[in-house]
C-alpha cells in the first residue's frame, strides 16, 4: 500500500474536517457569553410552552412533505436532461415527457384524492 496515492483524500478529509469544526471552536472561544434567564429559557418565543412537545402531528404534514420531496426532485432530473437535450435526441425528448406525464398523472390523482387541501 503506497501512502502517496492516498495523501490527496486523505488531504481532502482533513481540510475538510478542519473547515467544519474550526468556525465552532472559534466561535465558542471567542464569542460572548452572557447569559441571562431569558436565553436559558427552553423558549425565546415570548411564552412558556402550553402543550406536550411530544403530541401527535396531522399526517397531512408528512404527506405533504413528502409530495414536496417527490415533485421538488423532478427538477434535479430536468436540469441535466435540458443541458443534455441536443446530445440525446428525440428519443430523449419522448422519455423525459413520459416521465412528466406520469408526474403529471400522480399529480392530479392526489389533487383529486384531496391530498392537497387544508381544512
Do not use: H
Not at 486523505?10 to 474550526?22: C, P, S
Not at 466561535?27 to 427552553?42: E, H, L, Q, T, V
Amino acid at each position: 500500500m503506497n501512502l502517496q496515492e492516498y495523501l490527496p483524500i486523505i488531504l481532502f478529509i482533513l481540510v475538510g474536517t478542519a473547515i467544519g469544526i474550526a468556525p465552532q471552536v472559534i466561535g465558542f472561544i471567542m464569542g460572548p457569553n452572557r447569559p441571562d434567564a431569558a436565553k436559558n429559557s427552553p423558549y425565546e418565543c415570548g411564552f412558556e410552552a402550553f402543550e406536550d412537545a411530544r403530541m401527535q402531528f396531522d399526517v397531512r404534514y408528512y404527506l405533504v412533505a413528502i409530495l414536496f420531496i417527490l415533485f421538488d426532485l423532478e427538477i434535479a432530473f430536468l436540469f441535466p436532461w435540458a443541458v443534455s437535450l441536443r446530445d440525446i435526441g428525440p428519443s430523449g425528448f419522448w422519455a423525459m415527457m413520459v416521465f412528466l406525464g406520469i408526474l403529471v398523472v400522480g399529480l392530479v390523482v392526489e389533487w383529486k384524492k384531496g391530498a392537497l387541501d387544508w381544512e
